[in-house]
């Protein structure tokens, strides 16, 4: 099994805690739970879940480069 290492803003990191313990999953558990969701999708969907997460957070991304 491989191991991914991602960064969160703290706002990102609050909200999937809160997310965690409204559903009494760890983090982990609605991380991977998040991905296999989304890669179970069709190309399609990917491709426009993928558009609307780049576009909503392209200034992040501009700000970190």
Same mark, same amino acid.
């Given at each position: 099994?491989?191991?991914? #290492?991602?960064? =969160?803003?703290? $706002?990102? *990191?609050? +909200? @999937?805690?809160?997310?965690?313990? #409204?559903?009494? =999953?760890?983090? $982990?558990? *609605?991380? +991977? @739970? ?32």
């Amino acid at each position: 099994m491989a191991t991914l #290492r991602i960064s =969160l803003s703290d $706002e990102e *990191i609050n +909200r @999937l805690e809160e997310l965690s313990n #409204r559903e009494r =999953l760890t983090v $982990e558990q *609605i991380v +991977r @739970l998040s991905i296999c969701d989304l890669i179970g999708q069709s190309d399609d969907a990917f491709r426009t879940s993928a558009k609307r997460v780049l576009e909503k957070n392209a200034e992040l991304y501009r700000r970190l480069s």
